[in-house]
């Protein structure tokens, strides 16, 4: 069974310091992969999603992910974080052909003013 | 406003008490699922449906039942709440052809004590 490691479970960064997270998976599979953000008492929004061609894929809020698949990891960078990027971040996989989604456990970021 | 809707948004009750938590999304969607949400361990999926009519087991289904007898709506039903269901829960919806972008709710805070 594929599973997702976020190993970072809780970071905290100055505003304008630059911001990895990190995101490994289990599958030896073709994958699909996704990073989705919670805002403080909101939802799950899509953040950025990967399914093939390039590798280095840009979401939103100035946020982007490369997938190194030699290193089966979709980490998850931002150059420049806002106080407004505070939010829990979780990177999730699904296998090729397969519906399911597989969360990892999520990394807390808290950003200071 | 294409959305996920999730009634109720909180909810304490006592063990042993039925009940049901509904869900209903607007954008036609095919593909339906209920998560949990507990600290540290991230999301795990409990059900999901890939159509009217069709429901299959997730990763923690042990105490809940589902129903889609619409295609809009995917309620979730605790027969018999325990304590060790306290947890936060999320509706998502998405298209069949592309379960990975799964559209969420806004969750449903469920304390049983």
């Known amino acids: 069974a594929q599973s997702v490691s976020q190993h970072n479970h809780h970071v905290i960064l100055s505003e304008a310091a630059s911001l990895e997270l990190g995101c490994n998976y289990s599958y030896g599979g073709t994958v699909n992969l996704f990073w989705y953000v919670q805002y403080p008492g909101q939802h799950l929004q899509l953040l950025l999603k990967y399914f093939s061609g390039d590798p280095l894929v840009k979401g939103i809020k100035g946020f982007e992910a490369e997938f190194i698949k030699s290193k089966f990891s979709f980490n998850l960078r931002k150059p420049s974080v806002q106080w407004s990027d505070t939010a829990e971040y979780f990177c999730?996989?699904?296998?090729?052909?397969?519906?399911?989604?597989?969360f990892g456990t999520g990394t807390r970021l808290t950003i200071i003013p | 406003e294409a959305q996920v809707t999730q009634n109720p948004r909180y909810l304490i009750t006592v063990t042993g008490k039925k009940l049901t938590v509904t869900c209903s999304q607007n954008?036609?969607?095919?593909?339906m699922s209920w998560y949990r949400q507990d600290p540290g361990l991230g999301l795990r999926q409990i059900y999901y449906s890939m159509n009217v009519e069709v429901t299959d087991k997730g990763d923690v289904p042990e105490g809940y039942k589902v129903s889609r007898k619409e295609k809009r709506n995917f309620p979730l039903i605790l027969e018999s709440p325990s304590p060790n269901q306290t947890s936060l829960y999320f509706c998502?919806?998405?298209?069949?052809?592309?379960?990975?972008?799964?559209?969420f709710g806004p969750g449903t805070r469920l304390t049983v004590t």
């Open positions: 954008m036609n969607h095919e593909y």
């Open positions: 999730a996989v699904t296998e090729f052909g397969n519906e399911k989604l597989t």
């Open positions: 998502a919806s998405s298209l069949s052809d592309s379960p990975y972008e799964q559209y």
